[in-house]
């Protein structure tokens, strides 16, 4: 079949699927505290829906895969979910992002399921600020399950970091030696407009300019690294000294939309286009229930394709648009 190609002319071969909006952790800039509504069990996707969306994606030229939540180890047997995607024909590349704290269990079950890449969610490396951040004391469990995962020979292993103005600063050069020490890649995210209290404003989000100037000069030299992918969202640095590669998602600062590549699926079965724009959305779960087969699921990921816009709604200035949807609903 014809590839996935935008008005734009943007190709679409990176799929993000979402597999829970349920954490057990509260960061700030994602949900609140207290009173979290979620969707109910019976409106998630099954695992076979699931794997049957991946299956039509991979005939229209998705050949990468994402789970997310959420957090995905609360969904159960997971690790039998990846298996399934794992043996999806036409898919190169299989990963994982999870906050960790349930990784040491179970990341053995998720390494003989066939995963080998992990994103890992990790702020800070002090147990008080994780603490604030999170707002729950867990930052040792987060740290076993990332060492686990290297006894195990998951690879690569990256760090993702939320860059929060104002609080995150002290953990900047900390974490890139830890990375730089251990063989992990340090991905600093720039703070998006994503979280469930309206918190986010332009000015509490420390850019990626200012962080690599902080590690040159606490730690040493960068170098950029050209992505073999020019439609990769990250930009790739490594210290001039060669131990230690820094990645940063700088959505605010450098937007990446004429480069996108991505395709999100919700937990509750809706096709997204773009992470920071409610305007398009496509409800594929309706389609499964009422009995749709492949033609008319091909025609909802070209009719979603298609009304995707040309850049995010993040205006370049101001304090946000007021999104519908926060991260941990539609799945980093």
């Given amino acids: 079949m014809p590839p996935l190609v935008d008005t734009f002319g943007r190709l679409h071969d990176n799929l993000r ?16 505290e207290h009173e ?37 180890l609360l969904r159960k047997d997971l690790a039998t979910l990846l298996a399934m995607l794992g043996r999806v024909p036409g898919i190169r590349d299989l990963a994982l992002t999870t906050n960790g704290l349930l990784l040491a269990e179970q990341a053995e079950a998720l390494y003989a399921a066939g995963l080998r890449r992990v994103n890992v969610h990790l702020d800070t490396l002090d147990r008080e600020r994780f603490r604030q951040i999170t707002r729950r004391d867990e930052l040792g469990r987060v740290l076993a399950g990332i060492h686990a995962c290297r ?22 050069v900390p974490l890139a030696r830890f990375g730089r020490e251990h063989g992990f890649e340090i991905r600093f ?64 600062s450098r937007p990446f939309c004429l480069n996108c590549n991505r395709i999100r699926l919700t937990a509750d079965g809706w096709v997204r286009t773009c992470l920071l724009s409610d305007r398009v959305g ?20 070209r009719e979603a394709i298609r009304l995707k816009p040309p850049s995010h709604d993040l205006a370049p200035s101001g304090n946000g648009n007021g999104f519908i949807r926060t991260m941990c609903q539609i799945g980093g």
């Fill in 189 to 252: 995210i720039e703070f998006m407009p994503l979280d469930a209290q309206g918190l986010w404003q332009r000015d509490k989000v420390l850019l990626a300019g200012d962080i690599v100037a902080m590690l040159e000069r606490e730690i040493g030299p960068l170098e950029e690294i050209p992505d073999r992918d020019p439609r990769a969202p990250a930009l790739e640095y490594r210290f001039a000294d060669g131990a230690g590669r820094i990645g940063f998602i700088a959505s605010v």
């Fill in 17 to 32: 699927i979402s597999v829970t909006d349920r954490c057990n952790i509260r960061c700030f800039y994602c949900m609140p």
């Fill in 282 to 301: 496509m409800d594929v779960k309706k389609a499964f229930r009422d009995g749709a087969r492949g033609e008319e699921l091909v025609e909802i990921f």
């Fill in 36 to 72: 979290v509504r979620f969707v109910p069990r019976a409106e998630i996707l099954s695992f076979e829906e699931i794997e049957r969306f991946a299956r039509v994606a991979a005939t229209l030229g998705v050949s990468k895969l994402r789970v997310t939540g959420g957090e995905p």
């Fill in 151 to 172: 006894r195990l020979g998951f690879g690569p292993i990256k760090i993702n970091a939320v860059a929060v103005k104002g609080l995150v600063e002290p953990d900047i």
